[in-house]
């Protein structure tokens, strides 16, 4: 069992920066998978990126290229999503999760465990 559980969502004006936090216990993070996801009002949960730990391989959405970067210290079991250039379409409740059970176009998909999520809003 893994659990999840993120911090760092506010309110902010677009350009703006803002860094989320996601600290892992029940399993050692160095061996996991863990990502972030984001899902805007009415519409679908979507990927934002993803950090294999043990190699720090890194994945990310093209949306979010250039302007976010994922991180992770092993140490404090914790992962960070550093959100950069912020834009009214990054507004969202943003998760945290662990664990993929399979990879879909060479992204991890179906993960396993997953944080209650922090709420990201950005005005224009």
């Known amino acids: 069992q893994v659990q999840l559980v993120e911090s760092g969502g506010g309110l902010v004006q677009a350009g703006d920066s803002l860094r989320l936090s996601c600290t892992t216990s029940g399993r050692t993070a160095s061996t996991m998978t863990t990502g972030w996801f984001r899902q805007a009002p009415g519409k679908e949960r979507e990927f934002v990126a993803a950090i294999r730990w043990m190699f720090g391989i890194i994945f990310y959405a093209d949306s979010v290229k250039g302007r976010f970067t994922i991180s992770r210290d092993s140490a404090k079991n914790t992962m960070y999503l550093q959100m950069n250039s912020l834009k009214p379409e990054d507004t969202g409740i943003y998760f945290c999760?662990?664990?993929?059970?399979?990879?879909?176009?060479?992204?991890?998909?179906?993960?396993?465990?997953w944080g209650q999520g922090t709420q990201v809003t950005v005005s224009s």
């Open positions: 999760a662990a664990d993929p059970s399979t990879w879909r176009n060479g992204l991890p998909d179906g993960f396993g465990f």
